[in-house]
């Protein structure tokens, strides 16, 4: 089973005319409220291609945590280490989307993320055989060092790791991420972390920054696919592209949970990333939502 750790986050969606200037005003051609965060996309896109995914993180007894463990269910995303914790507010993001499909969020965290609970944590690493790790919770001292624990854990175990940065965390905690990136086996960016985390000028710079470390570097570059390198080769996997975008969240977090599915069956890299360019697809060319949005194998 593969395993992810992350923050469960309520995506509140609002599709705008434009995007004003600051201190003027737009209309709000529609609204909604769903599952998103990038570990619980991931999550739930894997839910859909395996059947059943294992999520380790925390939510609050309020009603976008009520609204988070249903969706989640839904998918396909075993809930048995998704703790409740009474008093606390579950995270949410308010996403702006523009007509084009591009995104500006404004987030509102969750104030512990994650439970801290040892136990737990070995009962959750002994039930996995892939440890996946969305960057946000290296924002916090505190969540750093239950996911240094978990890691370990894994590592212990010989369980292959993967690791996506987000945009957040690279601006934020960049030697947290580098140091995450040091244990890991493979590392998930796209092309915007990549240059902030590395301080360079063009995807092939970072990536040879990174060559020191051991993971295989999977950059997701949008409508060009992506682009895969470890210490020997460098293989660039192209995509179809979408007709039309409707509304990019989400699409790098099924990007991951297609490349982790094929990683998981011993596929080729090459193989790996042509199903995450095809989750991604499947994202930017509906209307839905990841939780609306039943994925499937091409």
Known sequence: MIGIVGDVMIDQLAMIRDYPEEGSETIIR??????????????????????????????GDDENGRLAMDALKRKGVATDYVSVNTGMETGFIII??????SRTMFSRRPRYPLPDDEAAERR??????FLHLSGYVFLEERERAICERIIDKA????????LDPGISPVKQVPQAVLSAIGRASYFLPNEKELLILTQTQNVLSGIDSLSPR???????CGENGCLIAD?????RVSSAKAVATNNSTGAGDAFNAGFIYGLSRQWSH????RLGNHMGLQVVSSPKGIAETTFCLP
């Open 214 to 220: 051991k993971a295989v570097v999977v950059v997701k």
């Open 231 to 235: 210490h020997k080769t460098s293989l």
């Open 124 to 129: 959750f690493v002994s039930l996995i055989d």
């Open 96 to 101: 702006m989307v523009s007509p084009d499909g």
């Open 270 to 273: 090459e193989a790996c990333g």
């Open 30 to 59: 529609s609204y909604m409220p769903r599952l998103g965060g990038s570990a619980c996309n991931t999550a739930m896109v894997l839910g859909d291609l395996t059947g059943r995914s294992l999520l380790f993180s925390q939510i």
């Open 155 to 162: 590592i212990q175990k010989g369980l292959p790791i993967s």
